[in-house]
């Protein structure tokens, strides 16, 4: 969860994959679809789609690991709240195909409820430990990526001594730096030698 350029009164939760947000792509993020969402076969679903790819429910099924009926239920759960939708077909059209219809998810600070203050909780959280097995998985397959990218996984632990802010000041700089190096922002002419690549931010209040 970061705060995006809505500013102190906006949190911004960008939907894995996708990284360039515009405001027609962005969703109220109230309790009901933030719950929606707040799965992990689901998650895995709009981290792939978020990508700019589609696929079907037996595509999706072998990314997260479940039956094609078993997707095809998280897909329509998806599409009743308008994360997803229809993309034109393939072929002779037999099978449904999706693709992810949004940028990411924001949530008004001042006039969000308790309800949806849980509910963003419980989505962060599932975010979260995804977040963190695909670290741990980077970390064990290191020895068998391509010798350049060995030395740039990186983690960092620093305490600031800052007001709110400062913080949010601090938070914005860094979405600032990244948005031109964003898988979406370099699509057309990505350079020699470019990888997909992940860089997860966090900054919290410490006790």
């Known amino acids: 969860m970061v705060r995006g350029s809505g500013g102190a009164d906006t949190w911004v939760l960008p939907v894995l994959g996708v990284s360039a947000m515009t405001e027609q792509q962005m969703v109220r993020a109230d309790a009901r679809v933030m719950r929606a969402l707040a799965h992990p076969a689901r998650l895995a679903i709009m981290d792939y789609l978020g990508r700019g790819a589609t696929a079907t429910a037996t595509d999706c099924a072998e990314i997260v690991g479940l039956s094609p009926s078993a997707t095809s239920y998280h897909l329509r759960a998806l599409e009743r709240f308008g994360l997803v939708e229809e993309a034109p077909t393939r072929g002779d059209g037999r099978e449904r ?21 849980q509910a963003a909780r419980e989505l962060a959280i599932i975010m979260i430990e995804r977040q963190d097995a695909q670290f741990r998985h980077a ?55 470019a990888f997909v690549a992940k860089m997860v931010v966090r900054g919290f209040p410490d006790e």
Not at 100 to 111: F, Q, T, V, Y
Not at 165 to 192: C, F, H, K, N, Q
């Open 97 to 117: 195909v999706w693709h992810s219809r949004i940028g990411g998810l924001e949530l008004d600070m001042p006039n969000a409820d308790a309800d949806e203050m």
């Open 139 to 193: 970390l064990t397959r290191m020895a068998e990526d391509p010798e350049p990218w060995r030395d740039t996984v990186l983690f960092n632990d620093v305490t600031l001594l800052v007001t709110a802010e400062e913080m949010v000041t601090i938070g914005e700089a860094i979405s600032e730096l990244l948005l031109p190096y964003t898988r979406r922002s370099r699509s057309d002419s990505p350079p020699p030698g």
